[in-house]
């Protein structure tokens, strides 16, 4: 009889204990699903609300000074929220322009991209004479310019 309440106490202890092994793995995974889907959501926000242009005039010529080897390019907020400049990130005829590479400044309005205002980015490469391409992306956002250096 000892023996039949001790196998049964020893089987009701082991139930106990995976049920709560599982209750605790769908819990954690039940928080960690919920966490990805906010990332995402706030992701998909950013990316909706972000909006740029590059208006640079290719045809002006002004885009790559030859004598100084600097690329400028001026990238407008056209979106719904103020973007961070840091946040830019750059390919010139598909290579990544390195932070190191390249400085920043908001014009008109001082250290904040609101919407409608400027961005001014110089870049520090020589270019070969030809056709160029720089693609500009912040939170999903993209806008891309095709330029001749002479």
Avoid: C
């Avoid at 998909?44 to 004598?67: F, K, L």
């Avoid at 322009?97 to 920043?104: H, N, T």
């Amino acid at each position: 009889m000892v023996r039949a309440a001790v196998a049964q106490a020893l089987l009701f202890i082991a139930a106990v204990s995976i049920a709560a092994t599982f209750a605790g793995t769908v819990v954690t995974q039940s928080s960690l699903f919920a966490q990805s889907t906010a990332a995402e959501a706030d992701r998909a926000v950013a990316t909706i609300d972000a909006e740029i242009a590059v208006i640079n005039d290719p045809e002006a010529g002004a885009t790559y000074d030859d004598t100084d080897g600097q690329i400028t390019l001026y990238v407008k907020n056209v979106g719904g929220e103020t973007l961070e400049p840091a946040a830019l990130e750059i390919l010139l005829d598909g290579s990544y322009v390195e932070s190191g590479e390249r400085s920043r400044r908001v014009l008109e309005s001082g250290d904040e991209w609101r919407v409608g205002t400027v961005l001014e980015v110089t870049i520090d490469r020589s270019l070969v004479t030809g056709e160029h391409r720089a693609v500009v992306t912040i939170h999903g956002a993209q806008d891309r310019l095709v330029f001749n250096a002479a």
